[in-house]
């Protein structure tokens, strides 16, 4: 079984910071890792997944992700962020059936 | 651009009355998913689907019933709604559930508002 925790509900950074929003995953195989991010009062879109190979995988808008087997995690990291990032981030696991777990979601807001 | 659309949109619906949800893809994917989300749980799995005229339960089906009459449509059908299935619903497709392309992104589309007083 696979399970996903994001331990930060709500995440305040500034414009023009870095960013990390944190994920925890437990998977008993391999896993498939996703991080999907909600607009307001839009479905999920996709940002970016890993799926093996190099631990780092970029994505879309500038965000990138890093693997780590070790520590079981997957967080999500953005250099510079703008006041259009704001939104809901979900990490989201998948092991070796159809199924994908989300995580509860990281409600991001970017301060001025 | 993949693409999958939602109707209606929001709805208030009574207690003990018969609800309907709608999803259409135009996506070619084998795969549709009907999730539902709740502050602070994130995205539950209800039903799916990976072929028409067949549907399979996820992870909370309990109160839910789900059809597939074609590639493209899949509803979600709350026989007797209740106050607890106040949530926000949201249909995924995807082109399948493995490989390192895009077979395992899911489109999700853009969610439909249920009130039930």
């Known amino acids: 079984a696979q399970s996903v925790t994001q331990p930060d509900a709500r995440v305040t950074v500034s414009e023009g910071a870095s960013l990390q929003l944190r994920c925890k995953y437990s998977?008993?195989?391999?896993?498939?890792l996703f991080w999907y991010v909600q607009y307001p009062r839009q479905g999920l879109q996709l940002l970016l997944k890993y799926y093996s190979g190099d631990p780092v995988v970029q994505g879309v808008n500038g965000f990138e992700a890093e693997f780590s087997k070790s520590n079981s995690s997957f967080h999500l990291r953005k250099a510079s962020v703008h006041w259009s990032d704001s939104a809901v981030y979900f990490c989201?696991?998948?092991?070796?059936?159809?199924?994908?777990?989300f995580g509860s979601g990281t409600r991001l807001l970017v301060s001025p | 651009e993949a693409a999958v659309t939602q109707s209606p949109r929001s709805k208030v619906a009574v207690t003990g009355g018969k609800v309907t949800l709608s999803c259409h893809q135009t996506?070619?994917?084998?795969?549709m998913y009907w999730y539902r989300q709740d502050t602070g749980h994130g995205l539950r799995l209800i039903h799916y689907?990976?072929?028409?005229?067949?549907?399979e339960k996820g992870d909370i089906p309990d109160g839910y019933k789900a059809s597939r009459p074609s590639q493209e449509n899949f509803s979600l059908i709350l026989e007797l709604a209740s106050l607890s299935q106040t949530a926000v619903y949201f249909c995924?497709?995807?082109?399948?559930?493995?490989?390192?392309?895009?077979?395992?992104?899911?489109?999700f589309g853009p969610g439909t508002r249920l009130l039930v007083l």
């Open positions: 996506n070619n994917h084998d795969y």
């Open positions: 989201a696991v998948r092991g070796g059936g159809y199924k994908v777990v």
């Open positions: 998977s008993s195989v391999t896993p498939y």
């Open positions: 689907s990976y072929v028409a005229d067949s549907t």
């Open positions: 995924a497709s995807s082109d399948g559930t493995g490989g390192a392309g895009d077979q395992d992104t899911q489109y």
